[in-house]
């Protein structure tokens, strides 16, 4: 199935999981994934929050962003893959001068 995200409406998604500021995304999901294209806005960042009935996987597309997984800080820049495993909490936080574009997956079990 394609998935075509620009005919998708993107929604505005303030404070995300608590975090500030917010992020724009465009989503689908069905009972076993969200698939979602998302711009994490300059200063933003989506809260921390636990994963506790599956993954996520975030690749990053453009702009550069700080993920930090039980304590660790990791850069992420365009090409890099951000995983945080089922049973874990992660955080995002767009700390470059502009959004920070990224494609996640978030396996539902």
């Known amino acids: 199935m394609k998935l075509d995200f620009k005919t998708m409406d993107e929604n505005w998604q ?3 999981k ?9 989503m689908f999901s069905d009972e076993q994934n969200k698939i979602i294209r998302a711009r994490l806005i300059a200063g933003a960042t989506v809260g921390e ?5 599956g993954s996520e996987i975030i690749f990053a597309l453009s702009g550069e962003a700080t ?3 039980d304590g660790v800080e990791e ?10 495993p089922k049973g874990h909490g992660h955080t995002l936080k ?3 001068p ?3 574009v990224f494609v996640a997956v978030v396996v539902q079990q």
């Open 94 to 96: 767009n700390d470059g």
């Open 14 to 16: 303030a404070n995300f």
């Open 49 to 53: 929050h636990k994963h506790d009935t």
């Open 98 to 100: 502009e959004d920070f």
């Open 18 to 26: 608590g975090g500030e500021k917010g992020l724009l995304a465009k």
């Open 67 to 69: 993920a930090t997984t």
């Open 75 to 84: 850069r992420l820049t365009a090409g890099d893959c951000h995983y945080c």
